[in-house]
Structures are given as structure tokens and as C-alpha cells.
């Protein structure tokens, strides 16, 4: 493998594309969640009462500003994973695949992505898996390239 070149099995690009969207938010990478829908301005034409914020006290302190949760070791590993995956996404080319991951690196669980694709649970973690070998195929093969 060549100096600095990162490999990762076909097992590992797996948990790192599941894990992907919580490592962005532990590090504080903006990240807009699949799941994060305003209605603020729903109850303004409602006549509803606004709400200032999330009322969860525990996520509001874990990612709050105010403490840093991760070490640097922890928070650069991270960093290498998630442009590991970000270097590697333009390789996938089939629409399905595209789409699959795209809602999966946004946070989205694979039963409301199956929904969304009109295909099964089960499906979508095939398609996650076969995008999971062929990125670390292309991981193998580029540090194969960069050998000289």
C-alpha cells in the first residue's frame, strides 16, 4: 500500500457509511438531517404557539458549543473516514446506488429509505452492501495505482 493511502474492507466501508452522519455531528459538521422538518412556520399560519429549540436536555448538551466530546485522536480519525467515503462517493454511478446512499449518509434508516425507493428493507441493505465493496474496491485499486 502506498505511503499515507487508506484501505478499508468491504465490512468496515460498511460500518463507516453507517456510522457516517453521526461522526459529521459528533465532530460539529453541519448536517442537515433527513428527518429535521420546521414546522415553525405551519404553527404561525396556525395560530400555534412557536417553539424556541429542541427540548431535549441531553442532546442540547451533548451538542452544545460548550463541550467537546471527541479527542483530537478521535476527531481525526473521524475526519479520515468521512473524506474517505466523501473522496470515494463520485464513483458510484447507478441511480438507485446514488440515491440509496445519499439518504443513508444523510441519516436516514434503511426501512424509511426503502419506502422512499418503493424497494424492501432488505434490499437496501444489499445495494448498501454491494456500494460498500465497490468503494473498497476502489480504495485497493487506487493505492494499487499510486505504488510505483
Same mark, same amino acid.
Given at each position: 500500500?502506498?505511503?499515507?493511502?487508506?484501505?478499508?474492507?468491504?465490512?468496515?466501508?460498511?460500518?463507516?457509511?453507517?456510522?457516517?452522519?453521526?461522526?459529521?455531528?459528533?465532530?460539529?459538521?453541519?448536517?442537515?438531517?433527513?428527518?429535521?422538518?420546521?414546522?415553525?412556520?405551519?404553527?404561525?399560519?396556525?395560530?400555534?404557539?412557536?417553539?424556541?429549540?429542541?427540548?431535549?436536555? $441531553?442532546? !442540547? *448538551?451533548?451538542?452544545?458549543?460548550?463541550? #467537546? =466530546?471527541?479527542?483530537?485522536?478521535? @476527531?481525526?480519525?473521524?475526519?479520515?473516514?468521512?473524506?474517505?467515503?466523501?473522496?470515494?462517493?463520485?464513483?458510484?454511478?447507478?441511480?438507485?446506488?446514488?440515491?440509496?446512499?445519499?439518504?443513508?449518509?444523510?441519516?436516514?434508516?434503511?426501512?424509511?429509505?426503502?419506502?422512499?425507493?418503493?424497494? $424492501?428493507? !432488505? *434490499?437496501?441493505?444489499?445495494?448498501?452492501? #454491494? =456500494?460498500?465493496?465497490?468503494?473498497? @474496491?476502489?480504495?485497493?485499486?487506487?493505492?494499487?495505482?499510486?505504488?510505483?
Amino acid at each position: 500500500m502506498g505511503k499515507g493511502q487508506i484501505y478499508y474492507s468491504s465490512e468496515e466501508v460498511l460500518e463507516i457509511i453507517d456510522s457516517y452522519f453521526n461522526m459529521k455531528r459528533a465532530i460539529g459538521l453541519h448536517v442537515e438531517s433527513p428527518y429535521s422538518y420546521s414546522v415553525t412556520a405551519d404553527y404561525d399560519n396556525l395560530g400555534m404557539p412557536k417553539g424556541n429549540g429542541t427540548g431535549d436536555p $441531553t442532546f !442540547r *448538551q451533548a451538542f452544545s458549543g460548550a463541550h #467537546k =466530546i471527541l479527542s483530537g485522536v478521535m @476527531e481525526k480519525d473521524f475526519m479520515k473516514r468521512i473524506n474517505f467515503i466523501d473522496e470515494r462517493v463520485p464513483y458510484i454511478k447507478k441511480r438507485r446506488e446514488v440515491n440509496v446512499l445519499h439518504w443513508k449518509l444523510s441519516g436516514m434508516r434503511t426501512k424509511h429509505i426503502a419506502e422512499l425507493e418503493g424497494i $424492501t428493507d !432488505r *434490499q437496501v441493505r444489499n445495494i448498501l452492501r #454491494k =456500494i460498500a465493496k465497490s468503494i473498497s @474496491e476502489i480504495s485497493a485499486i487506487s493505492d494499487i495505482s499510486n505504488v510505483s
